[in-house]
């Protein structure tokens, strides 16, 4: 069974930083495209960061660029997302995805399309307040 299990959110003041985790098991990411999705109370998913098989291309989402980065562990089957400088519109649940990366698809493209995205974690909360 394709899983996938975020993990390291929690509640951070604001200029604080995360680092989330999204770790597979039942299948090996080195193929698979994965984003990273969040999604506020009354508002749409949005795509945060996503990041090629290969780690050859990522997309980081004008709202957090600058504060953010995505990074990937083959070997550890293990997504990151490296979140800094956290402000209080940061709060969410945030989500990662994958899906086999068809070498079409750019990472700007994926990430405006969760649908393009078959597997989903659960998600982790983030809070961000003082």
């Known amino acids: 069974q394709l899983q996938l299990v975020e993990s390291g959110g929690g509640l951070v003041q604001p200029g604080g930083s995360l680092r989330l985790s999204c770790a597979a098991s039942?299948?090996?990411?080195?193929?698979?495209?994965i984003g990273w999705f969040r999604q506020a109370p009354g508002k749409e998913r949005e795509g945060v960061s996503c990041i090629n098989s290969r780690a050859e291309t990522t997309n980081i989402a004008d709202s957090v660029k600058g504060r953010f980065t995505v990074s990937r562990d083959n070997a550890k089957n293990t997504v990151y997302l490296h979140m800094n400088s956290l402000q209080p519109e940061d709060t969410a649940v945030y989500y990662c995805?994958?899906?086999?990366?068809?070498?079409?698809?750019?990472?700007?493209?994926?990430?405006?399309?969760?649908?393009?995205?078959?597997?989903w974690g659960q998600g982790t909360q983030v809070t961000v307040s003082s």
């Open positions: 039942g299948f090996s990411l080195d193929y698979y495209a």
């Open positions: 995805a994958a899906d086999v990366d068809d070498g079409i698809t750019t990472v700007r493209a994926m990430c405006t399309m969760p649908q393009w995205f078959g597997v």
